[in-house]
């Protein structure tokens, strides 16, 4: 992308910040320029956080009709993945899959669920609750 090309769509996303990009200028040389934002970044931004807050719904949903542990809402609520909490925790994928389960969850060990709570930086009593609604 050319210099002059650079998006200046002051993006909410951004929160009145800018983002560095490197563009092109006239004499071939790369540059860093700042920029507020691109309308379709903006979009695509927009659509993901939707997406996110449906997924924490559906977490809420799913543990109070006993489908999913509330694990499963602090993953969401705290936008982490499988894979992602595996690694902050040190448990296996595999353990956390079965810790989504609400009857293995409940019988989690303190350690378990201390090491849970200390990674979504909450009380090992806000790990085990889910708000009535979101």
Excluded at 20 to 36: F, K, P
Excluded at 97 to 104: A, D, E, G, K
Excluded at 106 to 119: D, G, V
């Amino acid at each position: 992308m050319k210099a002059k090309q650079v998006p200046q769509d002051n993006s909410p996303s951004y929160s009145g910040h800018k983002k560095l990009l490197y563009a092109v200028e006239d004499n071939g040389h790369y540059t860093g320029i700042q920029s507020s934002g691109w309308e379709i970044e903006n979009f695509a931004t927009q659509m993901a956080v939707d997406e996110l807050k449906q997924q924490t719904i559906d977490a809420i949903e799913d543990y109070h009709s006993g489908k999913a542990s509330a694990l499963a809402y602090h993953m969401c609520k705290h936008r982490l993945d499988i894979t992602s909490l595996s690694q902050a925790t040190g448990f296996f994928q595999w353990q956390i899959r079965r810790h989504l389960i609400p009857q293995t969850f409940n019988r989690l060990s303190q350690r378990k669920l201390k090491i849970y709570a200390a990674t979504f930086s909450i009380t090992t009593e806000q790990l085990t609750r889910v708000p009535e609604k979101p």
